[in-house]
């Protein structure tokens, strides 16, 4: 079983940046892709990025590209996502996931993560 603890959510104003963290239990990080989801209230989970076990690989919506950057350190078993030009429709509960099956293509759907963090708030005001 791995537990996902997410941090670094937080308030910021439009245009400002965050940086949110997920540190997974276990020896065994870099076996896991690992992803970013979020929800706002009243919406469905959606994808945000993802990144490939080794790190060289990375997707992301299309909401998103070119303000967000995620990055992997496999030392320090530890998932970032760098969050720069907050819209306040990126207001959301940010959602850290961990896929352990080896695919060919990283997922963008809840269904291709076995687990899940429970989630930090990001607000951005306007």
């Known amino acids: 079983q791995v537990q996902l603890v997410e941090s670094g959510g937080g308030l910021v104003q439009a245009g400002g940046s965050l940086r949110l963290s997920c540190t997974p239990s276990g020896p065994t990080f870099r076996t896991y892709a690992m992803g970013w989801f979020r929800q706002a209230p009243g919406k469905e989970r959606e994808f945000v990025s993802a990144i490939s076990r080794s790190g060289l690989t990375t997707s992301y919506a299309d909401s998103v590209k070119g303000r967000f950057t995620i990055a992997r350190d496999n030392t320090n078993n530890t998932v970032a996502l760098q969050m720069n030009v907050l819209k306040p429709e990126d207001t959301a509960v940010y959602y850290c996931?961990?896929?352990?099956?080896?695919?060919?293509?990283?997922?963008?759907?809840?269904?291709?993560?076995?687990?899940w963090g429970q989630g930090t708030q990001v607000t951005v005001s306007s």
């Open positions: 996931a961990a896929d352990q099956r080896n695919r060919v293509v990283l997922s963008d759907s809840t269904s291709g993560y076995e687990y």
